[in-house]
Nanobody, 118 residues
Framework: QVQLVESGGGLVQPGGSLRLSCEAS????????MDWFRQAPGKEREFVAS????????YYADSVKGRFTISIDNAKNTAYLQMNSLKPEDTAVYYC???????????WGQGTQVTVSS
């Protein structure tokens, strides 16, 4: 089992920045990628960014390219999402997801609220 705990959400003005953290614990040695998803009220959960365990490969949704940066600290078993130039449409609950070898379903965190508003 893997447990994921997100932190770092909050209220920020448009144009501001936030950094989200996702700390993994438990059987972390089989994790091969960690992702961020988000879900706005009344909308489906959508992909935001992904990073492999080595940190060498990253992927982003078009809506966040150039503004968000995903990274990983293996020593701390923690993935980060640096969010800059935030827009009101970035408002959502942000979820961390981890994929592990030999496990058919991914692990999800409980989510952290990000609100971008003046």
């Amino acid at each position: 089992q893997v447990q994921l705990v997100e932190s770092g959400g909050g209220l920020v003005q448009p144009g501001g920045s936030l950094r989200l953290s996702c700390e993994a614990s438990g059987r972390t040695f089989n994790i091969y990628s960690m992702d961020w998803f988000r879900q706005a009220p009344g909308k489906e959960r959508e992909f935001v960014a992904s990073v492999n365990w080595s940190g060498r490969s990253t992927y982003y949704a078009d809506s966040v390219k150039g503004r968000f940066t995903i990274s990983i600290d293996n020593a701390k078993n923690t993935a980060y999402l640096q969010m800059n130039s935030l827009k009101p449409e970035d408002t959502a609950v942000y979820y961390c997801k981890a994929d592990s070898r030999g496990v058919s379903r991914p692990y999800w965190g409980q989510g952290t609220q990000v609100t971008v508003s003046s």
